[in-house]
């Protein structure tokens, strides 16, 4: 069965730190690979999208890397800010079958002042 | 603002009835996408369609339907609402420059989104 799995669950750091989300995904084979911000009852928004022939993705002080040997994902954030804390979800597209879209149950990030 | 704008906000309705929600894209973009938030299911996708005609369907259920009209607005229309339909709906649009290739697909742009509560 296609999954995407994301951990951690919840995330809480300070302001001006790093972090790193997680994605592993058993999707074979993709196409792409998408990473989201999505604030609280608000549209996600997208930060990265890689194809599977993609290391790694930059926009601003996200960074998304992919490993397809061992099917995973990570999102490194840098420098957190207080606008940072939200959920992060992570989207693999099969190239074939029913579901185009396979989305992760996210990441809550919540960054202190 | 993402430019997608979807209508109304907030729909509160009884089980058994039937719902409209609307979505306009972004000017430009060709491919609407319905998806569907829920507390217990997450984020899950609905169903695109590209410039008129249905592209991909994914866990959609029967009893919804939607279509994309000429101008490129789109329109999902929910029936015999049950509880468990209670969810945020958003609507994504996007160039889709990528086509039918599902090897390369452009941004896609989420409205607000509508919270239905069925009662």
């Known amino acids: 069965k296609n999954q995407v799995e994301q951990s951690p669950q919840s995330l809480i750091i300070l302001e001006g730190k790093n972090c790193t989300l997680q994605c592993n995904y058993t999707v074979s084979p993709f196409s792409n690979l998408r990473w989201y911000k999505q604030d609280t009852g608000r549209g996600p928004v997208s930060l990265t999208i890689m194809t599977f022939s993609e290391n790694t993705k930059s926009n601003g002080r996200y960074t998304a890397t992919l490993d397809a040997d061992t099917k995973q994902s990570s999102l490194h954030i840098t420098a957190s800010q207080l606008s940072d804390s939200a959920s992060y979800i992570c989207v693999v597209s099969p190239t074939s079958g029913t579901y185009k879209y396979i989305f992760g149950t996210g990441t809550r990030l919540k960054v202190l002042a | ?119």
């Open chain 2, 1 to 119: 603002d993402s430019g997608v704008t979807q209508t109304p906000k907030h729909l509160i309705t009884a089980t058994g009835q039937r719902v409209t929600l609307r979505c306009s894209p972004r000017s430009g973009d060709l491919s609407v996408y319905w998806y569907q938030q829920s507390l217990d299911q997450g984020l899950q996708f609905l169903i695109q369609y590209y410039n008129g005609e249905e592209r991909a369907k994914g866990n959609i259920l029967e009893r919804f339907s939607a279509q994309q009209f000429p101008d490129l607005h789109s329109e999902l229309n929910l029936s015999s609402l049950e509880l468990g339909d209670s969810a945020l709906y958003f609507c994504a649009s996007s160039v889709d420059r990528g086509g039918t290739s599902g090897r390369w697909e452009e941004t896609q742009y989420f409205g607000p989104g509508t919270r239905l509560l069925v009662l």
